[in-house]
Each structure stands twice: as structure tokens, then as C-alpha cells.
């Protein structure tokens, strides 16, 4: 059974003046995204920051979201590292809280070889019992899980599920898909391909849009597997530009720029993350206002 399907959202963590996780703020974050329709949240992924939280904050966040949705919607816990060690404390600390789900990031910096992959993510879901989404994101860690690895780890490894498709690379995409032979739950990881990826069997995506616009990106995917290929495909093409503009500087810098812009957070960033370039957030503003989500 997949861990969801539908529109999960990679969620922002706010902070305060003074650089502190602000947990009111996280909290009103949370609960918009559930009046919204998100149908997951991912914590402490990419766009929550989590490689410039220490761990003690990382498991805070974790446990918090977890405390907050209270099993009202799946929770899924960005517990990677570049470090094996490090991935599997954290992995069975999240599980303690109750998440139903892990996303775990290919190893960057130091990457790894096909067969360090294998054997990576399986000691990881070899220390937990809850299931694990593989994230493969190779524009930021330079380490790309190659269909046959994805595949192998589906069919072999009981609790790897799923992948996170954010390569980019459709073509690759599809060679997961016939290598896996449904051994895999497939959702993309960039807003702009969520379309392309359903059409390949992905059950939906985990998604940076959904931080300033949930319904919008809730309904791009149930229109999809309501049969309304066409209205989703629509709905998509849409939103493309807030898609472009939400990554026309590293992401998180304009997610969290707009999520300001919608009244919803101070827009503060950890270093080495600095402000939107001004030229940048006007585009951004005009963008959200055409689209209609400021």
C-alpha cells in the first residue's frame, strides 16, 4: 500500500529574528497545508532546511509535525545524510515518533558508487521497519540512483517503496518504471513534470508549489487520477510559471519569499541561503498575483 498518493508538500520551516525554529509559526504552516488538501507532508526535507538544522532541531521538527498532524495525513521524515551512520540515528529516531514514512536522500558530497548505494539505502531500511522513499535529486548531491540500482532495491529490499524522481531526466524515468515492473511508487519531485511523471504510473509528487498554492497542486494530481487527463494537463501548464519562479534562485530562497509574501512567514534563511535578489521578488509577486495565490 502506498505511503500517499496525491499532492505531498515539501514543506518550509520558519524561523525567528533570532535564528530559532519558530514552532507557532511551523504549526499554522502545517495546519493551512491540511486545510488546503495536501495530502502529505514532508518534513525537514530540501525546502525545510534540514541540512542547516543541527540534529537535535532536525528530530524537533520531526516529532513536532508529527505531534501536530496527528495521523490526520501521512507525515514523512527527511532523514538522509551524506553519512550512513548518521542517516540510520536519525532514521529510527523519526520512527519513534510515529511518521509513516521516511525520504532518503542519495549521499552528496561524497556520493557513492552504484553498489555504495545499494548498500546504503538498504542498512538504512535494514534499522527501521517503516517505509522508505528513495529521493533522487542528482542536480544537488552529484549522485544519481541509476534505474537498475532503483530497481533492484525495490525488488529486494521489503520496506524501499518508493523513489522521488527529481533528475529531470524522463527518458531515465521510464526505464525505472519497465525495469521495475511496479515493484515501485514513483513521485516527481519537480513541480513542472508532475504530469509527465503520472503518465508513467507515478501516484504524485512531493511538491515545492504546494508550500503557496496546496489546492491548486492537490487538484493537478486528482484530476489526473480521476480520468480528467485533459483539466490536469491544464492545470499544470498553468501553474508553469509559478513553477519556473518558485526556482529562479536556489530552492528554498523564493519558497520561503513567497510564503512571506503571503503573510505566512518572516522569510528568514539559514546561511549559506541569503535573500531573493529584489528584481527576482518582483517577479515572483507578480507571478503569485497572476496566478492567484497573493
Same mark, same amino acid.
Given at each position: 500500500?502506498?505511503? $500517499?498518493?496525491?499532492?505531498?508538500?515539501?514543506?518550509?520551516?520558519?524561523?525567528?529574528?533570532?535564528?530559532?525554529?519558530?514552532?507557532?509559526? $511551523?504549526?499554522?504552516?502545517?495546519?493551512?497545508?491540511?486545510?488546503?488538501?495536501?495530502?502529505?507532508?514532508?518534513?525537514?526535507?530540501?525546502?525545510?532546511?534540514?541540512?542547516?538544522?543541527?540534529?537535535?532541531?532536525?528530530?524537533?521538527?520531526?516529532?513536532?509535525?508529527?505531534?501536530?498532524?496527528?495521523?490526520?495525513?501521512?507525515?514523512?521524515?527527511?532523514?538522509?545524510?551524506?553519512?550512513?551512520?548518521?542517516?540510520?540515528?536519525? +532514521?529510527?529516531?523519526?520512527?519513534?515518533?510515529?511518521?509513516?514514512?521516511?525520504?532518503?536522500?542519495?549521499?552528496?558530497?561524497?556520493?557513492?558508487?552504484?553498489?555504495?548505494?545499494?548498500?546504503? $539505502?538498504?542498512?538504512?531500511?535494514?534499522?527501521?521497519?517503516?517505509?522508505?522513499?528513495?529521493?533522487?535529486?542528482? +542536480?544537488?548531491?552529484?549522485?544519481?540512483?541509476?534505474?537498475?540500482?532503483?530497481?533492484?532495491?525495490?525488488?529486494?529490499?521489503?520496506?524501499?517503496?518508493?523513489?522521488?524522481?527529481?533528475?529531470?531526466?524522463?527518458?531515465?524515468?521510464?526505464?525505472?518504471?519497465?525495469?521495475?515492473?511496479?515493484?515501485?511508487?514513483?513521485?516527481?519531485?519537480?513541480?513542472?513534470?508532475?504530469?509527465?511523471?503520472?503518465?508513467?504510473?507515478?501516484?504524485?509528487?512531493?511538491?515545492?508549489?504546494?508550500?503557496?498554492?496546496?489546492?491548486?497542486?492537490?487538484?493537478?494530481?486528482?484530476?489526473?487520477?480521476?480520468?480528467?487527463?485533459?483539466?490536469?494537463?491544464?492545470?499544470?501548464?498553468?501553474?508553469?510559471?509559478?513553477?519556473?519562479?518558485?526556482?529562479?534562485?536556489?530552492?528554498?530562497?523564493?519558497?520561503?519569499?513567497?510564503?512571506?509574501?503571503?503573510?505566512?512567514?518572516?522569510?528568514?534563511?539559514?546561511?549559506?541561503?541569503?535573500?531573493?535578489?529584489?528584481?527576482?521578488?518582483?517577479?515572483?509577486?507578480?507571478?503569485?498575483?497572476?496566478?492567484?495565490?497573493?
Amino acid at each position: 500500500m502506498a505511503i $500517499f498518493k496525491g499532492a505531498g508538500v515539501a514543506i518550509t520551516t520558519p524561523f525567528k529574528e533570532n535564528g530559532e525554529v519558530d514552532y507557532e509559526l $511551523f504549526r499554522e504552516q502545517i495546519e493551512y497545508q491540511i486545510a488546503g488538501g495536501t495530502d502529505a507532508i514532508i518534513v525537514c526535507g530540501t525546502t525545510g532546511e534540514a541540512s542547516c538544522l543541527s540534529h537535535e532541531e532536525h528530530l524537533d521538527c520531526i516529532k513536532f509535525c508529527a505531534e501536530v498532524v496527528n495521523k490526520r495525513i501521512p507525515v514523512i521524515a527527511g532523514t538522509g545524510s551524506n553519512c550512513t551512520e548518521t542517516a540510520i540515528y536519525l +532514521s529510527t529516531e523519526a520512527e519513534k515518533y510515529g511518521v509513516d514514512g521516511l525520504l532518503v536522500v542519495t549521499p552528496y558530497y561524497n556520493k557513492a558508487t552504484q553498489k555504495g548505494l545499494i548498500e546504503h $539505502f538498504t542498512m538504512i531500511a535494514d534499522s527501521v521497519k517503516i517505509p522508505i522513499i528513495m529521493y533522487n535529486v542528482p +542536480s544537488r548531491t552529484g549522485c544519481n540512483i541509476q534505474p537498475e540500482t532503483a530497481a533492484y532495491l525495490a525488488k529486494n529490499v521489503k520496506n524501499i517503496v518508493a523513489i522521488k524522481e527529481a533528475s529531470g531526466n524522463i527518458s531515465q524515468v521510464a526505464k525505472l518504471m519497465q525495469l521495475a515492473d511496479g515493484a515501485i511508487d514513483l513521485y516527481s519531485g519537480n513541480d513542472d513534470q508532475i504530469v509527465p511523471i503520472l503518465s508513467l504510473g507515478g501516484l504524485g509528487v512531493i511538491s515545492v508549489l504546494s508550500n503557496v498554492a496546496p489546492k491548486q497542486t492537490h487538484e493537478i494530481v486528482a484530476s489526473y487520477h480521476a480520468g480528467d487527463v485533459k483539466r490536469s494537463c491544464e492545470l499544470q501548464l498553468k501553474a508553469l510559471p509559478l513553477c519556473n519562479a518558485l526556482f529562479c534562485e536556489v530552492n528554498p530562497i523564493p519558497v520561503k519569499k513567497a510564503v512571506e509574501l503571503q503573510g505566512r512567514d518572516r522569510g528568514i534563511l539559514r546561511r549559506p541561503l541569503s535573500q531573493m535578489e529584489p528584481e527576482n521578488a518582483a517577479k515572483l509577486e507578480k507571478v503569485m498575483k497572476e496566478y492567484g495565490v497573493l
